[in-house]
């Protein structure tokens, strides 16, 4: 593909992204990787098709796995998604849970696996507060 071609499909996917998708940032990567990989040959670097498509595809598994959530993060002006939307919720201890011990407790209707991060234990039944997640685990401070 000429370099040209790369700028082309790159303006196209950030337009995209920008004016008609929310892709949560997605297209905006592989736009990104489209426009270094245009600039690259326009440089001529890149020599053959199958190295130009190596390197695109390079290029957006970098970009995608690096940057997007930071990006995505401050082009929206709020947190890139996952599961910081329940920070702040107040969730139910299913179990008793030391403090530092993990153990289950009911957020919007779902069972977590929940660590206790206060300095008292959480008796079943009581409510704490979310106040972090760790991938698939909340974290839990008792609500005063």
Same mark, same amino acid.
């Given at each position: ?17 920008? $004016? =008609?998708?929310? +892709? %949560? ?6 736009? /990104?990787? @489209?426009? &270094?990989? !245009? ?50 919720? $107040? =969730?139910?201890? +299913? %179990? ?6 993990? /153990?289950? @407790?009911? &957020?919007? !209707? ?35």
């Amino acid at each position: 593909m000429p370099w040209w071609g790369w700028i082309i499909v790159g303006v196209v996917l950030l337009g995209a992204e920008m $004016l =008609a998708i929310d +892709s %949560e940032f997605y297209l905006a990567v592989l736009g /990104g990787a @489209a426009l &270094l990989t !245009g600039a690259a040959d326009g440089l001529g670097l890149p020599g053959p098709l199958f190295v130009e498509w190596a390197l695109f595809g390079a290029l957006s598994v970098v970009l995608l796995l690096g940057v997007r959530r930071q990006l995505y993060g401050w082009a929206r002006g709020r947190p890139a998604p996952r599961f910081s939307a329940v920070v702040g919720e $107040l =969730a139910e201890a +299913s %179990e008793r849970i030391e403090p530092g011990a993990l /153990g289950q @407790a009911t &957020l919007r !209707g779902s069972t977590w696996t929940a660590r206790n991060v206060g300095a008292s234990a959480l008796a079943a039944g009581q409510r704490a507060r979310v106040v972090r997640v760790d991938n698939l685990t909340i974290e839990l401070r008792a609500e005063e």
